[in-house]
């Protein structure tokens, strides 16, 4: 299934970053317009059929809050707004109109995809990305299957949930820090050796494939496609 999200951003460079790596994450399974004012906005989200709608808030022509108000009395598809203004009223505002999450500028594209992932995932009840694929690692986060060289990998929770952010976020270098708080909980007090040690049994499991999980020395662990 192909979703079609419409972007109304009026910064080309975001613009071309969010759909190149939506592109990458969902081998092209998602469809991504973007429109670079608030008038033609509001035209596309109109006339168009899209599983979801991404707005700024302040745009040339109309803003992002008159686009999801026109929005909001017509449709309840998923809306979510992608901004710089982060002060508190604002974000209220953007909820009171009907928004279904606020995403507040600098932003991480791995946390604004999964918003939209889990947003997505409610309104139609499936996922946008069924498997996740680096290089000789293939992982299907619906049936929790892994295979390595072709062949089927058994991992216990913590690796497969490690295995899958480390795919999800494949290329980059995620701290122990920012896994400890993924996969343990922010309110886990024990040694971020932990990450380690589960690291090193996920590279067993999976055999020669093992490789692609690189230390990078003082930072933490990057999976790349190639060994």
């Known amino acids: 299934m192909t979703y079609r999200i419409l972007l109304v951003e009026d910064n080309v460079q975001i613009c071309r970053m969010i759909g190149d790596y ?4 969902t081998d092209n399974l998602c469809e991504l317009d973007t429109v ?3 008038a033609d906005g509001l035209d596309a989200a109109q006339s168009g059929n899209y599983d979801l709608i991404m707005l700024d808030v302040m745009l040339p022509d109309l803003d992002g809050f008159s686009i999801c108000r026109s929005i909001r009395s017509v449709s309840d598809v998923p809306l979510l707004f992608l901004t710089a203004r982060a002060r508190e009223e604002d974000v ?7 928004c279904d999450d606020y995403v507040i500028k600098p932003f991480s594209l791995a946390t604004l995809y999964a918003k939209v992932q889990a947003l997505l995932n409610r309104a139609k009840g ?4 069924r498997e996740l694929v680096c ?7 619906l049936t929790l299957a892994v ?3 072709g062949q089927p990998v058994t991992l216990p929770a913590k690796e497969f949930a490690l295995l899958q952010y480390l795919m999800e976020h494949k290329d980059w270098v995620v701290s122990r820090d920012q896994l400890l708080d993924r996969i343990w909980g922010s309110d886990f007090f024990g040694s971020d050796r932990v990450v380690d ?3 090193k049994k996920l590279r067993k499991a999976l055999g020669s494939a093992g490789k692609q999980i690189r230390t990078v020395i003082s930072k933490g662990y990057q999976l790349k496609s190639y060994t």
Not at 22 to 25: C, E, L, R
Request: no cysteine; proline share 3%; net charge negative.
């Open 126 to 129: 499936t996922v946008l990305q």
């Open 197 to 199: 040690t589960h690291i």
């Open 147 to 149: 295979t390595a060289n």
């Open 92 to 98: 209220l505002y953007g909820y009171t109109l009907g």
């Open 22 to 25: 939506f592109s990458a994450q």
């Open 36 to 38: 670079q004012n608030g």
């Open 135 to 141: 290089g000789e690692i293939t992982l299907n986060p």
